[in-house]
């Protein structure tokens, strides 16, 4: 079945820092690839998507690229802020009939310090 | 303002009573869904609905039950079936002809059973 493998927690990095969170999957077929972002009591909003291979997909400062060939997704992001501190969860829709559902990594927990 | 509305937002409950989360959107969406959220697991697929008056069970339905009566409203009931309540549960709607990726989440219910 489908699996998202994401970096373990926490990451703690000083404000302006650069940000790296490894995210790589299984699938089969050409699956379609997210991150979201859960601030802290709230639920989760889409960061980034990408939907087909070399997409790159942006947003807020935020960059992922969908690479098939190492079926990998890494959130980056070259300088981070305070309000950046959250959980990122990198996430997959299957290709093909499975498509109704996401699967989700377990989540990586970012603190940005001043 | 569009969007999800989760109540309540916390819950307790003793062991062996039924309890009913509401879900209720008003983005005229056609899917819905809920998630089952716990540290360091990830997002959990309960029961999602692509249309009213119908749904299907997710990855972990033992225990839990909906209902799609309206297009606006999804309940999720929490039965004393459910082995392992505790957790955070997350509804999350999906705008029709967009990939199936992008969802809009509530702000969650955290239930907590004494």
């Known amino acids: 079945g489908n699996s998202v493998t994401q970096m373990e927690g926490p990451v703690t990095l000083s404000e302006e820092a650069f940000l790296t969170i490894n995210c790589t999957y299984t699938?089969?077929?050409?699956?379609?690839l997210f991150w979201y972002v859960q601030y802290p009591g709230e639920g989760l909003q889409l960061l980034l998507k990408?939907?087909?291979?070399?997409d790159k997909g942006s947003n807020k400062g935020f960059e992922a690229t969908y690479r098939k060939e190492t079926t990998s997704f890494h959130l980056e992001k070259g300088s981070v802020q305070v309000s950046d501190s959250a959980v990122y969860f990198c996430?997959?829709?299957?290709?093909?009939?499975?498509?109704?559902?996401?699967?989700f990594g377990k989540g990586t927990l970012l603190t940005v310090n001043p | 303002d569009g969007g999800i509305t989760q109540s309540p937002k916390y819950l307790f409950r003793k062991e062996g009573q039924n309890v009913t989360l509401s879900c209720e959107q008003n983005?005229?969406?056609?899917?819905m869904y809920w998630y089952r959220q716990d540290p360091g697991q990830g997002l959990r697929l309960i029961y999602y609905s692509q249309i009213v008056n119908d749904f299907q069970k997710g990855d972990i339905a033992e225990g839990y039950s909906v209902s799609r009566e309206k297009k606006e409203s999804f309940p999720l009931t929490v039965t004393s079936a459910q082995k392992n309540p505790t957790a955070f549960y997350l509804c999350?709607?999906?705008?029709?002809?967009?990939?199936?990726?992008?969802?809009?989440f509530g702000e969650g219910s955290r239930l907590t059973v004494l």
């Open positions: 996430a997959l829709r299957g290709a093909g009939g499975s498509n109704y559902k996401l699967t």
């Open positions: 983005l005229n969406h056609d899917a």
């Open positions: 999350a709607s999906r705008r029709p002809g967009t990939e199936t990726g992008e969802l809009f």
């Open positions: 990408a939907t087909k291979a070399d």
């Open positions: 699938a089969t077929g050409y699956p379609s």
